[in-house]
């Protein structure tokens, strides 16, 4: 048992130090390595497709970054991913003078599977404040579903909030990953339906090569 136990600790110990890219282990008290770290800081200048702003396009560094935080219950990349994004999405804020923040939900069925919802997570680790939409639907993986067809099925008629104020006001809406879209066109019909917003933006921490607006 106690052999067992120790095996365990060291696989543990082992995983928790495993850059979530290079796949190396990290000598530093982190979970990016500081090689792989100071890459994405490199490369992590904001970019944008009309109104989609991002940092990155959604290769495969960066889908192992993402799905390590949100699939592999690594929810203390959160804290590093948020030091990449924070000072971009800032400025963006003061930029285009943001007046409502709107994180892209998960359904409580994913909450409750993954204990968090990983674009607030972000955000909080930002000290940045948002508000909530609601999502009435417990959608399947975008990533199980490879057509647009699909893609809009599923996430059809998925958000719901009567009370938000976005009348006359600069909305930005956050998600992890913008692949087709479907998710943030969805969002923004249901945003529109409560009023008539003054312009609506996207920040994503990375966007598909295959996206278009």
């Known amino acids: 048992m106690i052999r067992?136990?120790?095996?365990?600790?060291?696989?543990?110990?082992?995983?928790?130090?495993?850059?979530?890219?290079?796949?190396?282990i990290s000598q530093e008290n982190n979970y990016i390595c500081n090689e792989c770290y100071y890459l994405l800081k490199k490369k992590g200048k904001i970019k944008n497709i009309e109104n989609?702003?991002?940092l990155y396009y959604y290769n495969e560094e960066i889908k192992r970054?993402?799905?390590?935080?949100?699939?592999?219950?690594?929810?203390?990349?959160?804290k590093e991913i948020a030091y990449l994004?924070?000072?971009?999405?800032?400025?963006?804020l003061l930029e285009k003078k943001i007046d409502v923040i709107l994180p892209?939900?998960?359904?409580k069925e994913r909450e409750k599977e993954r204990g968090f919802n990983q674009v607030e997570e972000l955000l909080d680790n930002c000290k940045i404040e948002?508000?909530?939409?609601?999502?009435?639907?417990?959608?399947?993986?975008?990533?199980?579903?490879?057509?647009s067809k699909s893609r809009k099925e599923n996430i059809y008629n998925a958000f719901k909030?009567?009370?938000?104020?976005?009348?006359?006001?600069?909305?930005?809406i956050v998600d992890d990953i913008v692949t087709?879209?479907?998710t943030i066109r969805e969002m923004i019909k249901e945003i529109e339906k409560l009023g008539t917003p003054k312009e609506i933006y996207i920040f994503s921490l990375a966007v598909s090569k295959i996206f278009k607006p």
Do not use: W
């Open 130 to 147: 948002y508000q909530r939409i609601r999502r009435e639907k417990n959608t399947k993986h975008m990533y199980e579903l490879l057509d």
């Open 104 to 107: 892209v939900p998960i359904s």
């Open 4 to 24: 067992r136990n120790f095996v365990q600790s060291i696989k543990n110990l082992v995983f928790s130090r495993r850059c979530p890219i290079c796949k190396k």
């Open 52 to 54: 989609y702003y991002y």
């Open 161 to 172: 909030n009567e009370k938000l104020n976005i009348e006359g006001k600069n909305i930005l």
């Open 85 to 92: 994004i924070k000072v971009p999405l800032k400025n963006l």
């Open 65 to 78: 970054l993402i799905a390590d935080f949100k699939l592999e219950n690594r929810r203390g990349l959160g």
């Open 180 to 182: 087709t879209g479907s």
